[in-house]
């Protein structure tokens, strides 16, 4: 197989962080290179320096043997480099066809002064179909789920034609048919002569695709090779360097005091139903996407309208609260989305942060900057949020860290209940286990928790029950010790009938 991404003694410096360390990587066609790495490692920078969005301190790129120019993007984009991204490069407004052809319409008539939008259907239905990415050309960007914009973000990259694919994170959105489903797609780009970068941080999902690993831990390449030398146990090794976070957990039963409870909720895309928490209760919800997980969240955290029903917070009745009320009487939410619901990406750590409950920090009308950094330092702290630095603009950091922000600011204000979706989307192991320990100690301390997640295993780990929801409605619970597989697979996918 011959080269088709070179990168030569890449050094890159973030401020004063050096983010890469006289890096060389090779990508060949032909074959899928797994790029792995705790989050800070380098990895999504590495990507950004390949595809010239970042231009290197020092270091050279090849494409096919041709040198790049620093900063070329469309130079980059023209020798066949094509980069999905962890956060999402679409129009929200837009259809899926426009965001697909944007800035490569095919065109008709007198001087090719209209778009044919027959022909780029066509093309785009044939992709979709070709690999396997389902999506409707019409349907609206801001209205899809966080899985269908991703694959909308690959059917752009494909459509450009691109001959190296850059891959970040790519799984962390989709659940376990459509991780299969990805998975099959990305070997099939290697087959059919693509070189593939595939950035994940799930060994299992790796091991079994990859054809050629490159671990880096704090911006240096420490191992690199064929795929047969390595086992997952020297994989983790290599990434974490012998440090992990083991979760902390406990025994402590739940309490008696009800802190929500669901009453025949009825909203878009969701209902009737009805579910109650316990202080210091951990319950996780499952199915497959798009049934009525994201509209369950949204009407308990209210940025959804509830039609039907009520939702009671301890003994407030909070279903037609605003969101700012909710949180004041003690509801905290992590969206699945964190670019998009949040966090503020051009907002420092400490004023994201701050976010949480800014009221407490207002002194006089005025804002403490002051206080919002000392709050932050005990997030950072806490979390392990690295760079270390309150004063770093959020969305310049990695995806996991930016999650730990998320997820530390809405620990740290302590809510009486935590509805939180997706908690270690697009974390690598150490932070995953570290976060998984901070959200148990919390509910030790008498928070409820509320946990959405595609993955099973993290539900296993978190929750004490399991509940099912398919086509908007519970359809089964499970005790954490009976959520098997075999058990939660014909429940999501129609094996029971809807209680």
Same mark, same amino acid.
């Given at each position: ?71 070329? +993007?469309? @130079?980059?984009?023209? %020798? $066949?480099?094509? *980069? !999905?991204?962890?956060?999402?490069? &679409?129009?929200?407004? #837009?259809? /899926? ?88 797609? +990305?070997? @099939?780009?290697?087959? %059919? $002569?693509?070189? *593939? !970068?595939?950035?994940?941080?799930? &060994?299992?999902?790796? #091991?079994? /695709? ?290």
């Amino acid at each position: 197989m011959s080269e088709a991404l070179v990168m030569r003694q890449i050094t890159h410096w973030s401020g004063a962080v050096r983010a890469l360390d006289r890096v060389d990587f090779t990508a060949k066609y032909g074959e899928v290179h797994g790029l792995l790495g705790e989050n800070g490692a380098g990895k999504s920078t590495l990507l950004n320096v390949a595809s010239a969005m970042v231009v290197p301190s020092s270091g050279e790129v090849t494409v096919g043997g041709r040198s790049l120019r620093r900063g070329d +993007v469309a @130079g980059a984009r023209r %020798a $066949g480099i094509g *980069v !999905v991204y962890q956060h999402f490069m &679409l129009v929200d407004a #837009m259809t /899926v066809l426009d965001n697909v052809v944007l800035g490569s319409e095919p065109r008709r008539g007198f001087l090719g002064l209209s778009v044919d939008r027959a022909s780029a259907r066509a093309s785009l239905c044939a992709l979709a179909s070709r690999h396997g990415l389902a999506v409707d050309p019409d349907a609206e960007v801001g209205a899809l789920s966080v899985g269908e914009r991703q694959r909308v973000e690959i059917l752009k990259v494909l459509a450009q034609g691109a001959k190296v694919i850059l891959l970040d994170e790519p799984t962390a959105v989709l659940a376990g048919a459509e991780i299969a489903q990805l998975l099959r797609t +990305v070997r @099939g780009l290697a087959d %059919a $002569g693509a070189a *593939v !970068v595939l950035v994940t941080h799930k &060994l299992d999902e790796i #091991m079994p /695709v990859a054809d050629t690993l490159t671990v880096l831990r704090r911006g240096r390449v420490v191992a690199t090779g064929p795929r047969a030398d390595f086992t997952e146990a020297s994989l983790v090794e290599a990434m974490v360097g012998g440090e992990t976070h083991a979760p902390a957990h406990g025994q402590a039963p739940p309490g008696d005091d009800v802190v929500l409870s669901l009453d025949a909720l009825e909203a878009e895309g969701l209902g009737p139903v009805s579910l109650q928490l316990r202080a210091g209760e951990s319950v996780g919800v499952v199915g497959v996407e798009g049934n009525g997980q994201r509209a369950l969240v949204e009407a308990i955290a209210g940025v959804r309208r509830v039609s039907r029903g009520a939702v009671t917070l301890g003994r407030d009745d909070i279903t037609h609260a605003s969101v700012v009320a909710r949180r004041r009487r003690g509801l905290g939410w992590v969206p699945e989305d964190r670019s998009r619901g949040g966090l503020v990406l051009d907002l420092t750590v400490a004023e994201n942060i701050a976010l949480g409950d800014a009221a407490k920090l207002n002194t006089a009308g005025r804002l403490d900057l002051g206080a919002f950094e000392a709050e932050a330092r005990e997030v950072i702290d806490a979390m392990a949020i690295r760079p270390a630095d309150p004063t770093m603009r959020v969305g310049a950091l990695s995806g996991g860290n930016q999650q730990k922000v998320l997820v530390g600011r809405e620990l740290h204000w302590a809510p009486k209940v935590l509805v939180i979706s997706q908690p270690s989307r697009g974390v690598d192991l150490g932070a995953r286990a570290m976060l998984h320990q901070r959200l148990e100690e919390a509910r030790q301390r008498g928070m409820a928790l509320l946990v959405v997640s595609s993955d099973l295993d993290e539900l296993r780990a978190l929750t004490r029950r399991v509940v099912v929801m398919r086509r908007g409605k519970l359809v089964g619970e499970l005790s954490t010790v009976e959520a098997s597989d075999a058990r939660l697979g014909p429940l999501m996918l129609g094996g029971a009938e809807d209680r």
